[in-house]
Nanobody
């Protein structure tokens, strides 16, 4: 069992930055593909970014490419999402996700564990 706890959300102005963190419990963090999804009000949950077990491979949604950076620290059991140049359309609840052993899908299916989410609000 893995528990994921997100932090770092909040209110930020357009063009600002935030860094989200996701702390994972358990001793097998490095065996999980990690990622971030988000869900805006009235919309479906969508993929944001993912990172491989050792951090050597990353992949981003087109909407955030060049603005967001995902990283992980396996010694701290933590994955991060650095968000720069934020836009109002980035407003959403951001969820940390874990997928054991295989590449994380870009659809919110077949995810082994979810965090409870952290709210990011970008004001114009």
């Amino acid at each position: 069992q893995v528990q994921l706890v997100e932090s770092g959300g909040g209110l930020v102005q357009v063009g600002g930055s935030l860094r989200l963190s996701c702390a994972a419990s358990g001793r097998t963090f490095s065996s999980y593909y990690m990622g971030w999804f988000r869900q805006a009000p009235g919309k479906e949950r969508e993929f944001v970014a993912r990172i491989s077990w050792n951090g050597g491979s990353t992949y981003y949604a087109e909407s955030v490419k060049g603005r967001f950076t995902i990283s992980r620290d396996n010694a701290k059991n933590t994955v991060y999402l650095q968000m720069n140049s934020l836009k109002p359309e980035d407003t959403a609840v951001y969820y940390c996700a874990a997928r054991r052993g295989v590449v994380m899908p870009t659809r919110p299916n077949d995810i082994d564990y979810w965090g409870k989410g952290t709210l990011v609000t970008v004001s114009s």
